[in-house]
Every structure is written in C-alpha cells, then in structure tokens.
Nanobody, 123 residues
Framework: QVQLVESGGGLVQPGGSLRLSCAASGIIRTGNTMNWYRQPAGKERELVAAISSGGSTNYADSVKGRFTISRDNAKNTGYLQMNSLKPEDTAVYYC?????????????????WGQGTQVIVSS
C-alpha cells in the first residue's frame, strides 16, 4: 500500500509563490510517475504536471513557465513550485503516484492519491 501526504497549500496574493510537497510512503516501485492534479470548485480534476522517476516532465499549457515539478527519489518526495500565481490557479491540489501493483512489468498500473491541499490565490 502507498500513502501520500501533501503540504504547502494556503492563501497567497496574485503574483505570489507557493511550494507544494508530497511525501510518499509504503512500497514505492521504480518506474513510477508522480503527478500533480488540481480541481477548482465545481469543475473537473485536471492534470497540472507530471514527472517520471527518471526526471522527464510534462506540464499543462496553463502553467508552463510558471510551475516547476521536481522530485527527490531518495526521500520519496515530490514538489510543485508555483510562481506568478493567478486567481485561476485557485483549486484543491492533489498529489498522485502511478505505479505497477507488483514488481513485474506485466503487473497493471494503479493510482494512489493524497488528501489534497487547498490553494487560494486572492488579493
């Protein structure tokens, strides 16, 4: 089993910065992907950024150039540095870990989620 705990959310003014953290515990397998999603009130959850265990990254167009995803594999921790925040970035942010349920490449993938952390961008 895998547990994810996010931290770092809060209230920030437009143009400000926040850094989210996601600490993973349990059985963490190589080849996983760590992702950050967000869900604004009344809207669907959307992928914000993703990073592979090897460090390859992808970003939603809406956050490119402003957000940076990173990870420390030794600590099983992921980060989302958010700069130049806008009111439209307001949402609950969720950490997600996607990995195989067993050690074999034939094992199916599973998604694990954190509890979410609220980010509010407002003056």
């Amino acid at each position: 089993q895998v547990q994810l705990v996010e931290s770092g959310g809060g209230l920030v003014q437009p143009g400000g910065s926040l850094r989210l953290s996601c600490a993973a515990s349990g059985i963490i397998r190589t080849g996983n992907t760590m992702n950050w999603y967000r869900q604004p009130a009344g809207k669907e959850r959307e992928l914000v950024a993703a990073i592979s265990s090897g460090g390859s990254t992808n970003y939603a167009d809406s956050v490119k150039g402003r957000f940076t995803i990173s990870r420390d594999n030794a600590k099983n921790t992921g980060y989302l540095q958010m700069n130049s925040l806008k009111p439209e970035d307001t949402a609950v942010y969720y950490c997600n870990l996607r990995q195989r349920i067993g050690p074999s490449f034939s094992n199916p993938l599973a998604d694990y989620w954190g509890q979410g952390t609220q980010v509010i961008v407002s003056s």
